[in-house]
């Protein structure tokens, strides 16, 4: 995957948009920072989820991360993988630890969403 | 006497290795405008032989003896064997803290283990907590939980048959959190469920019935359950932990979660607390749960340990979007449950229940043939019911007393229960009552 | 720690047929069971509880408690949680007959002695808070804080006034914003400031006509008094909101100040800490809170109110308060614990609590002295109770503020409690209490050193005395298996002890 193609939101979430459907999963920082993960709780497929509002939970042993979506829009497929296999959320956030897709609303939104560059920043602040 | 060990000279020692004069000058963080230069106004210190004197002085001639207990109302009498005495007065116990440690804590994350084991055998669900604070917080921490479950906020059903102090506590609860509390209406002492329909909507997170009831009547759980789950909520069951060697357990019904007041299960009356607070449920929901939850798991050697398990839902994690501000269990309520059903056993345990019901049964019916009232509502019960009085309820709790009984609580007391209820007492029979404590009661209520 | 060999599950114990407590055979006339209660509501098949002979169950537990730590056999400097003495005296009292066998629903008249304890229990923990109304009904001190909460709602819409918001510092205990989100507060936390103390001049950007309440535990979690808490206080009053004081520290101050001197409008006490009843295992507490007279008629109750009768003689009885927010549990409150703090206060009177928080801060200090050369103390020279340390400077050797608490242990110490609070990292918390004397202080000292000098490969394994080592919470939060299953019994029972190496046991 080509980091530099993707949207970011500060909290974490990347997009890859291909002109029809949008997948969404949580960057390589995240995971780094919760540590070993647990547990994670997926929107249901064919949820309406509105962005920047908690659509479900990445839960490792010392903390858990709320997910918020990056768009607003409806939910198309979860990756159901996870459930048996976490451990590919770990080793691969931006591949096989994809979470869910969504059709969204007004794809146009993804330009509000933060480039590579401005995402480094956000993280670079963060591990201060 | 403070429990103290620095001599005066180790005192001197400690504070010339710290580098100040005095122990006050320990305090000069404390700005010297609030900080007191008077002793507290307090009763004089007494000596443990003094206090000893002054304690059974007060508890023999200014109160009277306890008398022989036929009260109910979601607290009772039942037997404790020995051991669950024996057991809890250990220090190694009772002078623990929560299971921080768990290299050293083994011995409390295991009996927790063992007691979410034995509580979620009783209920038939799938796990238990380890514990809550007791019986009417735990329903509102239930409350809370099926709020989160659903993600619905607007409106909890309750049957009007429950405790009325549960009904307030969940009241209190809910008072600030915008959700609508709306109540059943009963008939002949248990919830009206064919006319609550109506009142569960596509926006209810619960349904709770509790079963036994306050009456000490028998609900229809299933029907509770069909109907919170036609709706999409959850079905809540207050239950009698006393009740289940006879009685279906709620997981019989497809409750979603079970509470209860542990009491029952070897804890004594002690005015009203310290008890348990007993929460179950279905596996689905265990993220959402409030409390403490201990899991198994194994340690750098293989071998089995516990561990203070899923910790991430809790308030020193989550803070503000913690499943609940409780941090504790009740410990050693919880260690004196799980000793008391070791002790009962499927046999045990069942007799318990099966002595409760015939002798409660038997005591209504010889008080109301006696003449000394009617069954408020006549109709199958557990362990208490309701004696609607044929002379004015304070001359019979009275008579009661004076021949060594105590009966009730009055249901006027419950300002929330229909008006008709009040010369209404309930009496609650468990299986430390004998036949002649039944007679004697009886013939001095109707004498 | 006596016992290290494995305890098998009491569910895997159970023998079919054998019995421990039996009952009377029924000695009443009447139909069986089937007869009384409908088919529809009986159980069809047993309860599948452990079948056991009561030499199972005594062997069990004792061995399992053997399998402790606790205040009784060890040091137990648990930082925040208070792990003084247990006086046996209070266990002996607390199961005297009129107050162990007293039901609920007692009738008032029938036990003045126990309300009249009550009563005075309530006039005493308002003197110690300088907060004279008190409610007993809190079954915990986060309980307490929730009631507390509860109650400033109650009286700031009895005033008409609508106020969304409870401020915390940084170092606030976690059951302070938890409290105040389920009392349907929204909630602030305030920048950590460099020095511990509450972040004053974020404090101030806060403060407006929306907030309600601000929470501050004093002495704070960093051992340290908030010498600026008067200005506080005044800064809160001057926007129409309340001052909260989470009570976990009290023992620092008993006597010495009080929260209601200093501006405090409402706090808990958490009696299992300050007042000695016991901690047991993890609860029960109790939680009474304290507050300022005009909040006193929102109080969640039953209180205890006293009057006299025709004869001028003290009567007690239960009321609830005339515009209270309500009740919180069934009954009026953990009478249990609340008694054995009666006993404590009754036995220590003023002078004896005053030198309890005197020679706690003195234990303390002895310690923060005699180990700031090989820990860092991030905040200040002094402290009061207690003092968190921080193991960074081991960082460089790879060691962490959880290697030396588990090293401890082999050592024969509980380890201070660990991580908290999150503003000092590797956070290492030590609260000695007033019940320890200087030798065990001193070995304790000693031990740290000694800890601090062994090898970091070595000390990531302790610890090596215990009935075991560092379990994997990662796998009990994957998969988590939270009740008895056969099927997840251990593979092996071949090697209880595990691997003990020889230098290990000390």
Redesign the interface.
Known sequence: MDLSSLRYTSTHEWVHWDGAVATVGITDFAVSQLT?L??VELPKVGAALQAGAPCGEV?S?KAVGELNSPLSGQVTEVNDDLEEH?ERLSESPFGEGWLFRMTPTNPADLDALLDRPAYESVCESESH | ??????TED??R???D????DS?ED??D???E????QT??????????LE??QR??T???S?????GV?F?G???Y?H?I?A?VD??C????????????????????L?????F???I???TGL???N??L?????ALAEAI?MAMRCTRREKRVVVAGTL?P??R??V???L???QCELVETETVDGVADWQRATSLINNETAAVVVQHPNFFGC?EDV?EVVAQAHRAGALAIQVFDPSS??????PA?YGVDIAVA?GQSLGI????????LGLMACREEF?RRMPG????????????????L??Q?R?????????T??????????A?RA??Y????????????G??C???A??AA?QLTAAGVGSLAFPR?F?KEFVLNCHRPVAEL?ERA?RAGF?V??RLS?FPSLHNSLDNCLLIAVT?KR??EE?DLLVAALAG | ?ENRI??R???EQ?VPG??????PE??????E?DA???R?????A???????A?GD??R???????????????F?P?GS?T?????K?H?R??G????????????DS?????L??LY?MQE?LG??AGLPAVSLHP?????G??AAL?TA?AYFASRGEHRTKVIFPASA???N?????????E?V?LKPSANGFVNLEDLKQQLGPDVAVFMVTN?NTLG??E?D??EISRLLHEVGGLVYIDGANMNA??????PG??GGDMMHYNVHKTFTG?????????GPIAVRDFLADFL?GPVIERRLNGQGEPEYRLKTPARS?????????????LLRGY?Y????????????S??A???A??L???LSDVLSVPHGQ?C?HEFVASATSLKSRGLSAMDI??RL?DYGF??P?VY?PLVVPEAIMIEPT?????ATLDSFIETIRTIIAEDADFLH?A?YT?????????????E?????CPC?????EES?L??VPAHASV
């Open positions: 070993d647990v547990y839960e042993v976490l | 006497m403070a429990y103290l060990f620095a180790e005192q020692q400690m504070l290795a710290i580098g100040v122990i320990l305090f963080m404390i700005p405008s609030i900080r007191r002793e507290l106004e307090l009763p004089p210190a007494l000596t443990e206090l000893d304690l059974r007060a508890l023999t200014a109160q009277a003896s306890t207990c009260m109302g979601g607290a009498d037997f064997p051991t024996e057991i007065s250990r220090g190694e116990f009772y002078t623990a803290y929560t299971p921080y440690q768990a290299e050293a804590s083994q011995g409390t295991q009996a927790f283990f063992e979410q084991s034995l979620a055998e009783l799938d796990v238990a380890a514990s604070y007791e019986g009417a917080s809370l405790h102090e549960y307030q506590t009241q209190t609860y008072k600030y959190l028998l299933a289940l060697g006879i009685l279906k357990r019989d007041e004594p009356l002690q005015y009203g607390g310290p008890y265990v403490r939850l201990i899991g198994q798991t194994t340690d750098n050697q293989g071998r089995r340990a516990f561990v398990n899923l991430t809790e308030q020193h994690i989550r803070r503000d979007k913690a609940s501000n409780i941090c504790t269990n009740q410990g050693l309520m260690l799980a000793v059903l070791a002790q009962l056993g499927p046999h045990g345990f069942r007799e318990l099966e002595l019901c015939r002798k049964n038997y019916e199958s557990f709790v007393a105590q009730g609580p007391q299986e004998t036949r039944i | 720690m494995a305890v599950l009491l569910q159970g054998r019995r421990a407590t039996t009952f029924c000695d009443v006339p009447g139909p069971l009384l209660i409908g529809q509501h009986l159980a069809t047993p309860c599948d509880l452990p079948e056991l009561e169950i005594i069990h537990f004792v061995s399992l408690s053997q399998r402790n730590m606790s205040v009784d056999t060890h137990y648990l949680c792990m003084k003495y247990n006086p005296r266990e009292w607390a005297l007959s009129g107050l162990i066998d007293v039901h609920p629903y007692a009738e029938r036990i003045q002695g126990l009249g304890m005075e005493m003197e110690i079954a915990a001190g986060a309980h804080e929730f509860l709602q205990h976690g059951t914003p938890a409290s105040a989100s389920m009392a349907g507060f909630c936390q002495p340290l008094f010498g808490i008067q101050i008993l006597g010495k100040t009080r001197d200093f016991p901690h047991g295992a993890g609860g029960p507490g109790a969640p927010v309500g009740r919180l549990r069934s009954f009026l409150g953990n009478i249990g614990i006993f206060i009754r036995t220590l009177g003023a002078r004896g609590l005053r030198e309890a005197e020679h801060v003195l234990n200090n002895y923060l002295a005699r002094r009061m608490a588990k242990l509980h380890a409690t908290f007033e019940t320890e004397s200087k394994r610890p215990t009935p075991v080592c560092r379990p994997d919470e990662v796998k009990a939060a994957r988590p298996i939270l009740i008895y997840a019994a251990p593979e092996t209880p595990g691997e």
